[in-house]
């Protein structure tokens, strides 16, 4: 079985959707345009743009997997706007694809991840993706893999732990138990991810302080490495060399081109085990992860990646093995928001960590839970602009709020995971 529960720790990210055949006339009227309004959304997510951009122009996205995972809605008294979009995305580090079979050999070498038998079912990535409703800016906040949490139910008698296990522990908590009842292994299987998902989403609105989850997008390593493989070589920046024999990480300080390997590598660090004035948590770890989403925005904006219908098909091919949406989730309603997210109209922020801790000799994140709630709160609806306030400098860091005309900032150094990442120029980070 391939649902055994495991701690562990890998990092992925991405997504796709299928849509309607249109017909070929318009396909080729509206080509351009929907290359360049979609690509934006790769900001947001990874494959979920391959998947909505071939979906359009060859009409084969039959067999991308939509779950029935229940989607959590706004907590009472928790604000929601008419037409904002919330979408959750989770990174699994699972080794397997979404039918619990094992990735070919080759991913295996080339992502040093092992075999189908490591690994478990942890949320190693969890970004709440917030878009408003009606202009402003996007926000994305990436939330601590091992933030101590209470969970929303109990997944395997369990009622606290690392939030990254919410998903896992339901996992084989409801697989075991549809076994014992004589439920065929795959509709167990199946049935056990759904039942993965809606703890995990359940989990994460109630740690955000009851914020709705209108979609969501769960994706594995198989996925994110096939996504760098089609756009390679993708630029990223370092403020310092280093190295780790763990992720196969070994890379030189400043700008610098990696391959799909290398992503890999780059997204999974968080030690070095070479250089001794490096030192690397998972925060480091988090804010990779955003740096390289923004670089790979850059990339597919400037380059002609999905006009090769080939490389397209790939990359759909990809969505149906290792992508799953909920049932709901038409990524075409989204065109015109992604429009507005040309050029970086979006910021990503990382939840602040009170402390690392130990709890039943596990390593934690010490978290004010009340706070972060706030914080998001503010986030997702900040308050109106003072008119009488004197303009933005084009120095100013820009805010959670401001507009898409709003300057980019003239630095893209981060050197820690407090600083928003405002996307449009490749960072260089830890």
Known sequence: MQGAFVVSGQLIDGGAHPEDVSPSARVRRNRRRLVLSLSAATVIVLVIIAGVVVSRLVGAADGIRHSDAD???????????????????????????E?????????????????????????????YVHIPAGGGQAVAISIPRDDDVDYAGEPGGVTRGKIKEAYGRAFAATDDRLRAHGVSDEDAYQQARDAARTEEMRTV?????????????????????RVAQA?????????????DTFSGADFAAGPQEIDASQAMAFVRQRRDTRYRDVSLTD????????AFLVSLAIKLRDAQTFTDFDRMQELLDTAKQYVAVDKGFDLLSLASTAQRLAGGDVTFQTLPVERFGTIDGESVNIVDQKAIAAQVSTLLH??????????????????SGASSAA????????TDSEQPMRAGSVPCVN
């Open 71 to 97: 989607l959590p809605t706004a907590a009472p008294g928790v604000v929601q706007d008419e037409g904002e979009q919330n979408i959750l995305i989770m990174g699994l580090d699972s080794r397997v694809d």
């Open 99 to 127: 039918d619990g079979k094992p990735y070919p050999q080759e991913i295996y070498d080339a992502i040093h991840a092992e075999d189908a038998s490591v690994g478990g079912y942890n949320t190693n990535v969890l970004m």
């Open 283 to 290: 925060l480091d770890r988090t804010r990779r992860q955003q």
């Open 231 to 243: 756009v390679q070589p993708i630029s990223v920046c370092l403020n310092h060399a280093t190295a």
């Open 382 to 399: 900040p308050a109106p602009a003072d008119p009488s306030a004197p303009p933005t400098s084009p120095t100013d860091a820009p805010a």
């Open 205 to 225: 609105s109630q740690f955000l302080g009851g914020v709705p989850i209108d979609h969501f997008v769960e994706v594995t390593m198989a996925a994110f490495y």
């Open 407 to 414: 300057p980019a900032p003239t630095s893209s150094v981060y």
